[in-house]
């Protein structure tokens, strides 16, 4: 999918297109757009595993631009990665025009054809959608239709192939989905406390046959279903203070490298209930997932051509030590229940004194499925005991304290407990037990000058292996200094350091300016080898040594 | 590399020669803090100024962002008529946080959850936090990405000359 003719007459098109509404006496429009530049200068490093780059410097590029003119709306993204920085899936090496689209935004009806993003409610059968951070790219280059016949009601139909680094997949993915939002219909529930709106989505995708044997007698081979459906209903209820939101997905028959090649059929649960009041906030939600990786392609392990999206229910935490151990949905099979209160003591009271006090109570709890086996490709795969708890795979504890002392100081404390199961991570081993704990002060010097301490300790009872190699185990403290000047300037030093049973030490200096929507940023360090999660997905990237540097802006 | 370098600054250049005052997009759907869905030409505020801030529940400096001017809201609310619109991007992950994350705040600006992200990619954002000042007639007349304590001030000048301007 490098630039060729097809594109070039595609802009051309977009461009008359804006043309044409400006002829027609609909002066005006508007170009925007965004642009984001990664680079790194690496070097070997054995002690934390960072690779020779034979290339030295390794860069990404992407550039957004969009045209927008009343209801009409194109836009074409530029990528080029030369070579992919550290973390980014080696496909992506090259350069071109990733996406581009054409848009009709009209009150009661959307056209979107080319590249699109989409969900259907919270993505659990659906969800084209991209982390620039994280090498992820879903889109769906085809066509999307919402209509919206009358408020409180909108109708989505869409088509399309999913993208695949610069290709796109072979699987042909379809979809529909309606929502109704029963106070908008009903004029009597117009203003009542009792808000509802219902919603339900159909998925298909469609497959050319291929030739898997089928392992017991490979003179056979597997009957696979060329058409795969998946269906899901939810609603969002509330009432005052509370809430209650729930989703409920089926997925059929749907044999893969994902799940082995089995047949059973798939499903996920998800309810969550809320109450909050100004200055407390509860909520607590639960989560049942069975054989639901959904694909458009179903000889794809890697992390792209997900057609839907199942989040994870764990807390996103942001401390460097309490997101060491970050939690990644297992779509072929997890339970778990998760926890979250936050509470203010007000002003003025034995607690809150003069100014308040935060605080922040999270649990969680993921197990995998108690399953019987039944056999391998082929077979229905393995049966479940219901909602029954299998092997736990993942829990976490946390209490966050944040107080403001006075008119310079802010305090916030945090204290976090972590049991990992390495088995998540596809690697057999003893349980993790990590406790955290961090200690975030900012001082205000006056209206231009702000500086931040942190400090964390991690206590854990796993040491390293060279055998297995998790560079993550052992004991860790960690401490950073930023200086800000206003928003425009900010300098930072952090050091992470293995002092027990662990191996490695983790400097980074880091200096950034920003000014308006412009942000330059250098750093120079190691990076830490792990998982990165942004924005909710996670993924391994390799540790990095050298100098970084990042420019977004947009205009 | 050359070429792509040449493009990247052609692509620039025609940008800011274009970049005039843009306007809000106007009919993206995101959702109210209900789950019902509305359309981005909803965001309005008779004439006055508006901020628009994007955020996410799991960021740190956007919830002291959002805490900041939360302390002088109603000051800055009686002084200019602005209001604060806080589009939070949580996903799936998060998005069923962000009505007892508003509440537990005591937060009173007007919030919208932008799930599926249409309306941060038509504003360009590429990090959060990430707040606009959309002037009377509502055009986006100021911009920013990241938040520090004490850039509160900075927003209320710009906020100040847009009411000003507004008021004309």
Known sequence: MKINYKHYTLLALMACAGLGANAQGIMGGHVTGNIQLDGQISSADSIIGAQDVPEKLLMNARADILYTNGDFSAGMRFEAYQNPILGFNAKYKGQGIANYFASYNGERLSVTVGNFYDQFGSGMILRAYEDRYLGLDNSLLGIDVVMRPFDGVTIKALAGKQRYYWEYGAGLVRGIDGEVNFNSIIKSMADSKFRFTMGAGFVSKYEDDQTIPYPENPSFKLNLPLNVGATAIRADLSYGNWGLQCESAFKGQDPSIMNDYIYRKGQAQMINLTYSQKGLSANIQAKYVDNMSFKSVRSESGEMLYINYIPSITKQHTYAFLSMYPYATQTTGEMGLQADLMYKFKKETLLGGKYGTDIHLNGSVITGLDTSRIGGAGTYGYTTAGFTPGELYYADASLEVAKKLNSKLKLTCTYGYQIFNPIVEGHHGDLHHNHVVVGDLTWKLNKKNVLRFEAEWMGSDSKYDSNVDDKRCGDWIMGLVEYNFTSAWFVSLSDQYAYNDGVGNYYNLSVGYTHGATRLQLGYGKQREGLLCIGGVCRQVPASNGLTFSLTTSF | ?168
């Open chain 2, 1 to 168: 590399m050359k070429k792509f370098i040449l493009s990247l600054v052609c692509l620039t250049m025609a940008g800011i020669a274009l970049a005039q005052n843009a306007t809000l997009p106007q009919n993206i759907t995101i959702k109210a803090l209900d789950g019902s869905s509305v359309q981005t030409s909803a965001l309005q505020n008779d004439g006055k100024p508006m901020i628009i801030s994007f955020w996410a529940t799991w960021c740190k400096p956007c919830n002291r962002e959002l805490n900041t001017i939360k302390e002088v809201y109603e000051e800055w609310q009686e002084e200019t008529g602005v209001k604060l619109i806080a589009i939070s991007i949580d996903d799936a992950r998060s998005a069923t946080r962000v009505k007892p994350h508003v509440n537990g705040n005591g937060w009173e600006y007007e919030v919208y959850i932008d799930q599926n992200q249409d309306f941060k990619r038509a504003m360009n954002v590429v990090n959060v936090p990430h707040t606009f000042v959309v002037n009377g007639k509502g055009e986006i007349v100021w911009q920013h990405t990241s938040f520090v304590e004490g850039s509160e001030e900075e927003l209320l000048e710009i906020v100040k000359k847009a009411a000003a301007e507004s008021a004309e």
